[in-house]
């Protein structure tokens, strides 16, 4: 009985810590969302230096302020096809933490919407398609009126191998 009152409260004290602000973005009509305090900034397409052999989806590197940021196309990494880019699409830098190492990379997304503020009651778990299927990257599923937003773990998105690429390209 206190296991299951214990297991209940850690279940609690994480969509707790779920709850609060995100910036919203679109990726083939699917709307997602990340924690505001990940993203350092947005920005709208700037040339993108391609890095050769590196994966499909890292777009390459720019130069923000002097600083070389690895880019990464949020479509190719979720198996998305590729599209031309819009007036729309932004490039949106987050901060990710991973491997004792904190490194700022740009993520390639089809539009910005909105910072929306999700309580808890509005967030659940994500669901469950098996045990083949990798959901780490998912926070939780927000009930908004307008439908569901997925939201992310930025810091689980890329795999530490997949960091360790980035980290060699800037």
Known sequence: MANEHTNMN?????????????????LADEEYGIGILKV???????????????????????????????VIDLRLKFGMPAIDYTDRTCIIVVEIEANDMTIQIGIVVDAVSEVLNIKEEEIE????????????????????DSGVKILLDIDRVLSATELEVLDKTS
């Open 10 to 26: 850690e279940t609690i004290n994480a969509t707790i810590m779920k709850a609060g602000k995100y910036l919203t973005f679109t």
């Open 40 to 70: 350092k900034e947005i920005n709208g397409m700037i040339p993108i230096t391609s890095v050769p052999r590196t994966p499909d989806f890292v777009k390459g590197v720019i130069n923000l302020r002097g600083k070389v940021i690895p």
């Open 125 to 144: 778990n994500a669901p469950s398609f098996g045990t083949s299927i990798n959901m780490d990257y998912i926070l939780g599923m927000a009930k908004i």
